[in-house]
């Protein structure tokens, strides 16, 4: 299994026949898993919040929930702390945040597009042994830099792979291998410019949350339309 992660969400090339893991582990790809291990049935990430409104008026009973900032969007139902999706079974989601929703429509060409993050990285780890494909890892970042706990989130599902396979890194994936390996998670989220972000916006208990590891038995797995 070759195993790759890009530095920045730019546009896929090459996955048609590939695993692709969106990463954004602070909160987008979090709090989807949070959503779907809380009952929700379906999630669709939007890019806009133009999109969001004028899907929710085709969907009866969906909620919507996102962020800009980091703050609730005003109109929204549910902001994008993974903490505020509980209770939803049954219910469709429309998440729109700031990097998250994009990536992950960035990454539509992947023969099979998983949302990753550190709550839910075991699920994804034994998922991928199961499909057997070559993997890359795309983390979200943060406004077009990089995010230190997107990367080492990937550490973390590519240091589970390696205990069950034999892996073949990119240079990049092994260091982000070796960043998960030396580094426990909360360290890594508390310590990253998005975590402090979050952090001084009043969001300590998400990054708390965010970094627990193995928390949730869910895999995200989906199919995306281009253009929404
Ligand atoms: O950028 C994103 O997609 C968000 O997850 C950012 S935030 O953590 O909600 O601020």
């Keep these: 299994m070759k195993i790759d992660i890009l530095f920045y969400p730019e546009k896929l090339k090459n996955a048609e026949d590939k695993a692709v893991v969106v990463l ?26 133009k999109d969001a409104f004028s899907l929710k008026k085709k969907i009866s009973g969906a909620l919507l929930g996102g962020e800009r900032g980091g703050i609730k969007v005003p109109g929204f139902d549910l902001g994008n702390s993974p903490l505020e999706y509980q209770g939803l079974k049954g219910r469709t989601i429309i998440l729109s945040s700031t990097n998250g929703t994009k990536t992950l429509k960035k990454a539509v060409s992947a023969k099979t597009l998983i949302a990753g993050s550190i709550v839910n990285a075991k699920a994804v780890a034994d998922y991928l042994l199961k499909l057997n494909l070559d993997v890359v890892f795309m983390p979200s970042g943060t406004d ?84 929404r």
Excluded: W
């Excluded at 954004?24 to 919040?49: F, H, N, Q």
């Excluded at 077009?144 to 973390?156: K, P, T, V």
């Excluded at 390996?181 to 998400?206: C, K, M």
């Design 144 to 227: 077009s830099q990089f995010s230190l706990e997107d990367f080492a989130g990937a550490g973390y599902i590519i240091s589970l792979l390696a205990e069950e396979k034999k892996v073949e890194l990119s240079d990049q994936a092994y260091v982000s291998f070796e960043l998960a390996r030396i580094n426990p998670p909360e360290e890594i989220l508390t310590r990253s410019f998005h975590g402090q972000r979050l952090i001084n916006l009043g969001f300590a208990r998400d990054v708390e949350y965010c970094a627990k590891l193995n928390l949730l038995d869910v895999v995200p797995v989906g199919r995306l339309q281009e253009g």
């Design 24 to 49: 954004d582990v602070l909160r987008a790809t979090t709090t989807i898993a949070t959503a779907l291990a809380a009952g929700a049935e379906k999630i669709y990430p939007v890019s806009s919040i």
